[in-house]
């Protein structure tokens, strides 16, 4: 049988969501959503998760070490928009930190624009079963890639939206628990747009 080889350019890596591993992420919706009783089981919440916002490149070490050269990683959008309209700058700052320890590491970025967290002034807006949120990420998109494109080269817009939208509207077990097929037909064709 012959030996298969991967081509010397194939990327190796690994993959984050903003929300799992940063902390203290105060302004989205599964915060709001981890200190409902019973939303989450044992009732347990991110808190300080596993501390990325002030220390990834820790990890960033180890991936090193492991000899990956690729790293999917999340952006915040609570933490890059806290407000509508009104853009975090020492946010962006510490994002391209961290896209710079990255690089110096040798490790690809490939940025996820939305990895099924909402700001909370979004969410109580309606969030993805309104309209106006597609103009409203785009808002947010154009600010983050205008900001770290030059550090980044690879996107994922938008993280698994079925699953987004089967658990958040469908089988109502991701904030905002709804089971509203006719709002999850909405959500996903707004994200989809």
């Not at 990327?11 to 959503?33: C, D, I, K, P, R």
């Not at 040798?106 to 939305?114: E, S």
């Not at 890639?145 to 079925?162: A, H």
Request: overall charge negative; hydrophobic content about 40%.
């Amino acid at each position: 049988m012959p030996v298969q080889t991967f081509p010397p350019n194939f990327l190796w890596g690994t993959a984050s969501s903003a929300h799992q591993v940063e902390g203290n992420n105060f302004n989205n919706q599964w915060w709001a959503f981890e200190q409902q009783p019973g939303a989450i089981w044992h009732g347990d919440k991110s808190g300080i998760a596993c501390d990325w916002w002030r220390n990834a490149e820790a990890d960033f070490d180890l991936m090193q070490q492991m000899g990956l050269n690729a790293h999917r990683m999340s952006i915040e959008w609570s933490r890059v928009e806290p407000t509508p309209g009104r853009f975090d700058r020492s946010a962006i700052d510490r994002y391209r930190q961290m896209l710079n320890a990255l690089h110096s590491r040798g490790i690809k970025p490939m940025l996820c624009l939305h990895h099924f967290s909402n700001p909370q002034w979004l969410e109580a807006g309606g969030a993805w079963e309104r309209a106006e949120t597609i103009e409203r990420y785009l808002r947010f998109v154009r600010f983050v890639v205008g900001t770290l494109g030059d550090l980044n080269d690879m996107w994922l817009t938008i993280n698994e939206p079925q699953v987004y939208t089967n658990h958040s509207y469908l089988e109502g077990i991701f904030p905002p628990a709804k089971k509203e097929l006719i709002s999850g037909i909405k959500v996903y064709r707004h994200m989809l747009l």
